[in-house]
């Protein structure tokens, strides 16, 4: 296998992670490659939004926090669509299913899946993919909520 760039100046722990990406994705058809990259990008915004809400208090205010993590449970929301296309208008338990699989796949091989949050007290919640679904589901209306607050704050601003 060609190697996409020279590794020499790499340390080992980059090493051992492009030689992870390389195993699992090297060789794949463009439309398997297209889902695991989706699948990772759910993940990655999934991992942002569990460490805004933890970071509330230490690094966010309350609104802070909760809308950084409800805007990345928006785009984690995009991913998710994107993904139930790509799988043929599965349903969304059909997809937490495939999510689930495919996250112990990418972890089992060195990689990453879902994201496990820490909460504020540094406690680690694991989660399935119906948990983490749900949690987005329950950002993005925090985040709504507050949206709204705001709007009619501005309204009774102009009165």
Same mark, same amino acid.
């Given at each position: #296998?060609?190697?996409?760039? %020279?590794?020499?100046? #790499?340390?080992?722990? /980059?090493?051992?992670?492009?030689? /992870?990406?390389?195993?699992?994705?090297?060789?794949?058809?463009? &439309?398997?490659?297209?889902?695991?990259?989706?699948?990772?990008?759910?993940?990655?915004?999934?991992?942002?939004?569990? $460490?805004?809400? /933890?970071?509330?208090?230490?690094?966010?205010?309350?609104?802070?926090?909760?809308?950084?993590?409800?805007?990345? +449970?928006?785009?984690?929301?995009? &991913?998710?669509?994107?993904?139930?296309?790509?799988?043929?208008?599965?349903? !969304?338990?059909?997809?937490?299913?495939?999510?689930?699989?495919?996250?112990?796949?990418?972890?089992?091989?060195?990689?990453?899946?879902?994201?496990?949050?820490?909460?504020? %007290?540094?406690? !680690?919640?694991?989660?399935? /993919? &119906?948990?983490?679904?749900?949690?987005?589901?329950?950002?993005?209306? +925090?985040?709504?909520?507050?949206?709204?607050?705001?709007?009619?704050? $501005? #309204?009774?601003?102009?009165?």
């Amino acid at each position: #296998m060609k190697e996409l760039f %020279d590794d020499s100046d #790499m340390g080992e722990m /980059a090493k051992e992670k492009l030689k /992870a990406y390389n195993a699992i994705f090297s060789g794949l058809d463009p &439309h398997k490659s297209l889902i695991l990259n989706q699948m990772c990008s759910l993940f990655e915004t999934a991992s942002v939004a569990y $460490k805004s809400i /933890a970071g509330i208090g230490k690094y966010y205010s309350e609104v802070g926090g909760v809308c950084e993590a409800g805007a990345c +449970a928006e785009q984690y929301m995009k &991913h998710f669509e994107i993904l139930k296309e790509l799988y043929g208008n599965c349903s !969304t338990n059909d997809l937490e299913t495939r999510i689930d699989k495919t996250s112990e796949y990418l972890k089992n091989r060195g990689w990453y899946g879902i994201p496990s949050q820490i909460d504020k %007290d540094g406690v !680690t919640h694991i989660k399935t /993919a &119906h948990g983490m679904h749900s949690d987005m589901e329950s950002f993005i209306k +925090a985040y709504n909520d507050i949206k709204k607050v705001y709007a009619q704050a $501005k #309204m009774e601003e102009k009165k």
